[in-house]
């Protein structure tokens, strides 16, 4: 993939009263196109991705609106909803546009202003029964719980361990100024908060909140034009679920349900990229609760099923270790603004790449980082990214 990324920039995670979801993406587009070092009106097509129709602001405007805001300049811009999936979406789609050949310079970014309190998707966002919203099944803090339970009788996880992941997201977002939680808590503090759905506490959950991201892409033979520092987007796939990989969703499937899509997308990422697992030196998954971190540590091919349960209590995870995960904190110490969710990702590798990640910084030679987001009700997205 002939694809560079030149720029990135995100307006910080948190609450943020007063302060639209399209005010952040407007500043969140403004610092990636400073960090580029280009010019909006330099930029020839962007995509945008938001679930604020769906889970955000009341009336909330589509992405393109923030042209409004950085200039009427005629570029193509097209709109994506994906669940969590959604900024993996939108960066896939821009670079493609590359790839084509059409464009030289383009922009994906992601935004989203959620209220307090879990999602209830409801039964129109999946296309499911209405039994299912209303038996609570839709309740996000229920599904994760859910399929974290299983995963853990499967594949002999501990309560401790989905504390020592949590744990280590809190440390990790301490060091990171854009983080909304920046409190480190304590193991013990996290088995003992508030069970919210077992086995899943208090502390061991993302929240939905409120924040930006966006990043620039041009032709990696160009890319020398704005920075000395490229990161090159080797590999960017997104893919969907196959009949019979609903998950949690359809409480009825075998235990022998096919692979999800994210170990469908991990796999089209690595082939296209001509990387294997064993030469990721940092990764970036989807860990709505610290029980999908472990999980998509598998499912991405970092580990074997159960292995995590050692990796962890080695602290092979921890930003010393031998592979780091989630370095800026990851969604439990940002929060979720889901059409941000993944640019967020992408931001945190880009920083780690170059060396510009400050405290959280991982000692030693990175080349190779990967990032991963998975929304329901059934899509993956995946990018491997390089010096």
Known sequence: MDVAIVGVGLHPFGRHDGVSGLAMGVQAARNALHDAGVGWSDVQFAVGGSMG???????????????????????????VTNACATAGTAVDVAAQSLISGKYDVVMALGFDKHPRGHFNLGSSFAGLPSWYAETGMMVTTQFFAMKTHRYMHDHGISHRSL????????????????????KPFTEEEILTSRMLNYPLTQYMFCSPDEGAGAVVLCRADHA??????????????????????????????????????????????????????????????????????????????????????????????????????????????????????????????????????????????????????????????????ST
């Open 224 to 385: 020398h034009r704005y920075t000395d520092r490229p990161i090159y987007l080797r590999a960017a796939t997104t893919r969907t679920r196959r009949f019979g990989t609903f998950e949690v969703f359809s409480p009825s499937l075998a235990p022998d349900s096919p692979d999800s899509p994210t170990v469908e997308a991990v796999r089209a990422c690595y082939e296209q990229a001509g990387v294997g697992p064993e030469d990721i030196d940092i990764a970036q998954v989807q860990d709505s609760d610290s029980g999908s971190e472990i999980i998509q540590m598998a499912e991405t091919g970092l580990c074997e099923h159960g292995e995590q349960e050692s990796m962890i209590e080695r602290r092979e995870t921890d930003i010393g270790g031998r592979l780091p995960v989630n370095t800026d904190g990851g969604l439990l110490a940002n929060g979720e603004p889901v059409g941000a969710s993944g640019m967020r990702q992408i931001h945190e590798i880009t920083l780690q790449l170059r060396g510009d990640a400050g405290s959280r910084q991982v000692p030693g030679t990175l080349r190779t980082g990967l990032t991963q987001v998975y929304g329901a009700p059934g899509i993956a997205g995946c990018t491997i990214m």
């Open 53 to 79: 129709g769906v889970l955000g602001e009341p009336q909330a405007p589509t992405p393109d609106a923030l042209v409004g805001e950085l200039g009427l300049t005629g570029l193509p811009f097209v709109n």
């Open 163 to 182: 504390a020592r992941v949590a744990a280590k997201a809190y440390r990790n977002g301490a060091a990171n100024g854009n983080a909304w939680r920046r």
